[in-house]
């Protein structure tokens, strides 16, 4: 592992972050899920953010919360209606230093207060140890079509704190 990092911050979501979270999508699909997925693979799921202007419409339409170091953006997380976690990515220069973990961390905690008993992923086969160390489950095996290549990947779950229950924390 490298240097420790600068606190990372959170923040979340503007318009204006769509390019640097477009960059960050695809420098993470292409330098960190090289051991689970084929090349072909790999550039069918970056195509997802050939077009910025749906790319940052879909990040504006969900609850989007951003990693910061020295307020330049390194990962992002994104929750989909309620209950679902749509799109967890990390710039590959910070990897392995507990982004995602804050990130996940920051989301868990928003939907729990939302009312979300439970959160759900399809996690790629990449992300699926990251999520199981965070106590999700898997609940399915799935193979879905980008751009004409077939992507495997695993629905998970983890029921969340009930935060109302007497002697947890708020
Ligand atoms: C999966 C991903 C988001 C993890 O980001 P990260 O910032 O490196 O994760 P963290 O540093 O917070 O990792 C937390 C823990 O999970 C573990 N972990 C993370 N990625 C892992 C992997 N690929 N394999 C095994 N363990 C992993 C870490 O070792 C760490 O364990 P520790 O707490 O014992 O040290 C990142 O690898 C990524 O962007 N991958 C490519 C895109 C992708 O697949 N996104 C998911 C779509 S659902």
Not at 12 to 24: C, S, T
Not at 88 to 105: E, K, R, T, W, Y
Not at 122 to 142: I, L, M
């Amino acid at each position: 592992m490298g240097q420790a990092l600068p606190k990372p911050g959170l923040r979340p979501f503007l318009p204006a972050d769509v390019p640097m979270l477009a960059a960050i999508f695809v420098a993470s699909i292409e330098e960190l899920t090289g051991d689970d997925y084929s090349e072909a693979q790999q550039e069918a799921w970056v195509a997802a953010a050939e077009d910025e202007e749906e790319f940052g419409k879909k990040l504006a339409g969900q609850l989007t919360l951003i990693a910061t170091i020295q307020n330049a953006p390194v990962g992002f997380v994104s929750l989909k209606g309620a209950d679902h976690i749509d799109m967890l990515f990390v710039h590959p220069s910070v990897a392995g230093q507990g982004i995602a973990s804050m990130l996940v961390d920051a989301l868990e905690k928003l939907a729990g207060a939302r009312g979300a008993k439970s959160l759900t992923v399809d996690a790629s086969d990449t992300a699926e140890p990251f999520f199981k160390k965070r106590g999700y489950t898997a609940k399915q095996r799935n193979t879905v079509t980008l751009n004409g290549e077939w992507l495997a990947n695993t629905t998970m779950q983890k029921t969340l704190a009930d935060r109302s229950a007497p002697g947890v924390p708020t």
